[in-house]
């Protein structure tokens, strides 16, 4: 299967601050997904990005897929953005290939 | 739309009893999945589903566990003879066919 490795692994940020989370993977991908899971255990889809940029309010992702990595930005984060920050990604397969996440505390 | 929807959100079994889990997908979506999160963990990827079939089970144990897609109503996986290590997260989340996933809220077995 396809290695997907994701750092830091462990982040801690003052309130307002900015982060960026990488995620490298070892083989060329079609589909490749951000997901945040809270708190709470739910596991929220940021973006479905298997290349080019994407913004969404705060939050915002690159991926270069012919480099093999893709890098999600968190800007002004804010104590509800902890949690655990997982990428995914498929080669075109039955099944999307998980890191082991990016575990992100945002202390006020 | 009412996402995916999964249940129990919490389960509680003894060893030795069997465990079922209902997921429901997106409307519209004919694609199935379960994944299994341990504590610490990420997702592993265990059984790909469309209606009536099971596409992929590489990720599926052997023995005591099985997942179905029927015609009608929700997809289950069922879990015979549950064992502490069966203890986990079980997700499930649907697609359209080529398109990024979408997941339930998950169900949390607990086995004592």
């Known amino acids: 299967g396809i290695q997907v490795e994701q750092s830091p692994p462990d982040l801690i940020l003052q309130e307002g601050a900015n982060s960026t989370l990488r995620c490298n993977f070892s083989?060329?991908?079609?589909?490749l997904q951000w997901f945040h899971q809270n708190p709470w255990g739910q596991l929220i889809n940021l973006f479905y990005?298997?290349?080019g940029t994407k913004q969404n309010g705060r939050l915002s992702a690159t991926t270069v897929a012919t480099e093999r990595y893709s890098l999600l930005y968190i800007s002004s984060s804010q104590t509800t953005d902890s949690g655990v920050y997982f990428c995914?990604?498929?080669?075109?397969?039955?099944?999307?290939?998980f890191g082991t996440g990016t575990s992100l505390t945002v202390i006020p | 739309n009412a996402g995916v929807m999964q249940n129990p959100r919490h389960l509680v079994r003894r060893r030795g009893q069997e465990a079922r889990l209902r997921c429901s997908p997106m409307?519209?979506?004919?694609?199935v999945y379960w994944y299994r999160q341990l504590p610490e963990e990420g997702l592993k990827f265990m059984v790909y589903?469309?209606?009536?079939?099971?596409?992929?089970e590489s990720g599926m144990p052997k023995e005591r566990f099985s997942a179905e897609f029927p015609k009608e109503g929700p997809s289950i996986l069922r879990i015979q003879q549950v064992v502490r290590g069966d203890s986990a997260a079980y997700f499930c989340?649907?697609?359209?066919?080529?398109?990024?996933?979408?997941f339930g809220s998950g169900t949390r077995l607990t086995v004592v």
């Open positions: 589903l469309q209606k009536e079939n099971i596409i992929d």
């Open positions: 990005i298997p290349s």
């Open positions: 083989d060329s991908v079609n589909n």
């Open positions: 409307k519209g979506h004919s694609h």
């Open positions: 989340a649907s697609s359209e066919q080529g398109k990024g996933y979408t």
């Open positions: 995914a990604v498929s080669g075109g397969g039955n099944q999307f290939y």
